[in-house]
């Protein structure tokens, strides 16, 4: 693991802190490329970069939130890893949400451009939670477990690389997105799916992981998880909107 990069004076540059930069990078270009394959307005792209900025402020507090037991405030916030998906997903999906309706984009195909780009930008930031020993797995005695010595916390039992297991599984996510709309499957479909395939994967993975349970076996991000799936199986059930038929019509 490589939980410090270099420094810059005083400033530590960690690999978990560069590839979040490169998955928001990497996923702002995924996403206007899928802008432009859709015939939607280059300017939606400020539903990502605002989208981006929400995220990153949710996922911290809910980490926050998650562990206030073991520090202070401040040295939690200011952990050098320490970010929970789902608290980006929903202050990302809020600061996007606000900013679509304020322009007044169509919502869903929007979103659905985006889908292929949190898939990808996710990928890149559960690798750098793997290389700087965050969100890890319990215990366990196969051979490609991994001791995380200077994690968050530390172990130098071998556990379960959960970060790799997402990120694989966000790998082939995004691949079979950009397949489904490289396709032309209707823009709903694409959401809905994604949100009830990423929330049952991640709600399957949450047994592996070590974090606080809250609700018997349960931990917030089962919660979160099961919220994600209502969410998408509700997409696939409602009906589309005059919006989505306009944008559906001129594609």
């Known amino acids: ?76 916030l200011l952990d050098r890893g320490g970010m929970s998906w789902f608290g980006g997903f929903v202050g990302g999906l809020l600061a996007g949400y606000m900013t679509i309706r304020a322009n007044g984009w169509p919502l869903v195909p929007v979103l659905a451009a985006a889908t292929p780009a949190l898939a990808v930008g996710q990928l890149l930031g559960r690798i750098g939670c793997f290389l700087v020993g965050d969100d ?36 082939v996510l995004a691949w079979v997105l950009i397949r489904w709309r490289t396709r032309g499957l209707d823009d709903r479909k694409v959401l809905g ?30 919660l979160f998880s099961l919220l994600v799936v209502g969410l998408g199986a509700a997409i696939l059930l409602a009906p589309r909107t005059r919006s989505e038929t306009a944008v559906r019509a001129r594609a």
């Open 1 to 76: 693991m490589y939980p410090v990069l270099f420094r810059i004076g005083s400033l530590d540059i960690t690999s978990f802190g560069v590839m979040v930069a490169l998955g928001a990078l990497v996923g702002l270009w995924v996403f206007r490329r899928e802008l432009s394959r859709a015939g939607l307005p280059d300017a939606a792209l400020d539903a990502a970069v605002y989208g981006l900025v929400g995220g990153l402020v949710g996922a911290k507090l809910l980490y926050v939130f998650e562990h206030r037991a073991e520090g202070p405030f401040l040295g939690l």
């Open 193 to 222: 799916r994604y949100f009830l395939i990423a929330g049952l994967f991640r709600f399957a993975l949450e047994f592996l992981r070590v974090n606080t349970r809250v609700l018997g076996p349960f931990t917030v991000a089962h």
């Open 136 to 171: 890890y797995g319990h215990p366990t005695s196969l051979p490609w477990a991994v001791a995380f010595p200077q994690g968050l916390p530390p172990t130098t039992e071998r556990v379960h690389p959960t970060q790799l297991y997402e990120a694989a599984f966000l790998a």
